[in-house]
């Protein structure tokens, strides 16, 4: 097995500056902007882009955090995972912008979890995208709104991110 | 977890596997929509030989919080009331395709019956077998303590070095059995209070230190204080000579609470007998967790339920 990498801690850092910057510049502003990341590694990604937003806008902005685990589809067959806690405003999302914040984009079958579980949260305004890696091989018509980066991948290949608030280093590497 | 039949037998991690869940799950009750899809499909029975209004509708609500369908066998009106044996509903529940029973029964052991006798595939969950234990009830006290102690991020804690003191009616409690373990087996220190009459015999080999007057138990200044019920209807000896009196030795009254600390919890399974064990003012201030344990137990069953029913561990174990 040979494992490469391919962002390191300064091409995260970057991609997830332009992130930042392509969601202000698409929503006109930070107003009502709500970043939300999936557990686990998008809570620490979002909180990143807040961060960035913040800094880039003067004014502060919301951030949650969303567990998918209980909308996932394959619940009943893979190993059972402990759900992680859903953090949103105290007003409820209704009428604001979320932008759902994940590590990987593969399958689609996450952000179609992730959608479910904002509908029972709340009638957000309007629901956007925004992932780190793009690996491709969809199964669901789903797409990202803000890319960090689009790696071509096939099947066998396993990409790997890791973020410093849970492992110490911040790196995409991908195994084959 | 393929069954959940005794807080004895759970291990330190799996305790605090469930209360991590649990902690996921309390955030589900406040929302608009209180439900999850997790166990869509899933049918949970709770089948209740003994009068329980709280347990029972603390599980279901649980259940269908997590989209399950739920079935009620309560012994009054069905076919256990006709005098069919516990085998025999059990596999009649078989036949219906139960992925999880909940039961209580008057008989110690009953539910590990259940869950060893190969009558059905279930999950079988203990909700109070006679003096035996009550699983999910020291699991939500456990809980609760936890999250008033570690105010703010609990995930992961246990309850090492906290001190817990249980008072009343040790001997009938199967609420106080399933406590002592687990509390134990979480680190805490356990010490009971409760005239000698109402302490079960062999006592004095569990992990746990006997005071016999409860303003000297007091005095040791518990963390969490947890009143028992003084259950009248298990009461078929002169266990002690009135209740006026068992108020006075060994109830939680005003007095007592004023001589409590403003951190130390009260708590209290419910259903309470104010004035006897405890006293309105002890039951309404704001150190009692009374309400918190009823809403942490439903997320503690959700939590129990969750991991016993979904994903591929039931195979594998």
Do not use: C
């Not at chain 1, 402990?82 to 604001?96: A, H, K, N, S, Y």
């Not at chain 1, 790696?151 to 995409?172: M, N, Y």
């Not at chain 2, 599980?59 to 399950?68: G, N």
């Amino acid at each position: 097995m040979t494992a490469r990498v391919l962002l390191q801690q300064s091409d995260i850092s970057r991609a997830l500056t332009r992130i930042a910057h392509e969601i202000l510049e698409s929503n006109r502003g930070a107003a009502d902007l709500l970043i939300l990341g999936i557990h686990t590694r998008g809570v620490a990604l979002a909180q990143r882009i807040a961060t960035r937003i913040e800094s880039i806008e003067g004014v502060p902005i919301r951030v949650g955090s969303l567990d998918v685990t209980m909308y996932r589809d394959d619940l009943a067959e893979k190993p059972m995972k402990i759900p992680g806690r859903t953090d949103i405003p105290v007003d409820g999302i209704d009428g604001l912008t979320v932008v759902l914040v994940d590590d990987v984009l593969f399958s689609g079958r996450t952000i179609r979890a992730a959608l479910d579980a904002i509908v029972d949260l709340g009638r957000p305004a309007a629901v956007q995208l925004a992932v780190l890696v793009d690996r491709g091989h969809r199964e669901l018509p789903i797409r990202a709104d803000y890319v960090g980066k689009n790696l071509p991948t096939s099947l066998a290949e396993r990409v790997q991110v890791k973020v410093e608030e849970f492992d110490g280093i911040d790196e995409v590497k991908i195994e084959s | 977890m393929r069954h959940l039949l005794s807080a004895k037998d759970l291990s330190r991690e799996t305790a605090i596997e469930i209360m991590d869940t649990a902690e996921g799950m309390s955030e589900v009750a406040g929302r608009s929509v209180p439900r999850l899809p997790a166990l869509r499909g899933k049918t949970v029975v709770s089948l209740f030989y003994e009068d329980s209004t709280r347990t029972r509708t603390s599980f279901e609500l649980a259940a269908k919080m997590l989209s399950a369908d739920v079935l009620t066998f309560s012994a009054k009106g069905s076919s256990v009331s006709k005098g069919e044996s516990l085998k025999d509903t059990a596999q009649t529940l078989a036949a219906m395709g139960a992925d999880a029973v909940v039961v209580r029964h008057a008989a110690s052991g009953a539910p590990k019956l259940l869950a060893d006798s190969g009558w059905i595939d279930a999950g079988v969950v203990n909700a109070g077998d006679g003096t035996h234990e009550h699983p999910t009830q020291a699991l939500l006290d456990a809980f609760s303590i936890r999250r008033r102690i570690r105010s703010g991020d609990s995930t992961g804690t246990a309850l090492d070095g906290v001190k817990v003191l249980i008072v009343g009616d040790i001997l009938h409690s199967r609420v106080a059995r399933s406590n002592i373990w687990l509390l134990n087996t979480l680190g805490a220190q356990v010490s009971l209070a409760a005239p000698a009459t109402l302490l079960p015999r062999g006592i004095e080999h569990w992990p746990v230190k006997i005071h016999f007057d409860l303003d000297r138990a007091l005095e040791e200044k518990p963390d969490a204080v947890m009143m028992l019920r003084i259950q009248s209807e298990r009461m078929h000896a002169a266990y002690f000579p009135n209740p006026r009196e068992y108020s006075r030795f060994w109830g939680l009254n005003d007095e007592r609470l004023h001589g409590l600390s403003d951190d130390t919890l009260i708590m209290h399974p419910g259903p309470m007998n104010r004035g006897l064990e405890i006293s309105a003012a002890a039951a309404d201030s704001s150190r009692s967790t009374v309400r918190e344990q009823v809403a942490n137990g439903v997320s503690i069953r959700m939590a129990v339920l969750y991991l016993m029913l979904s994903g591929a561990r039931r195979e594998s174990q």
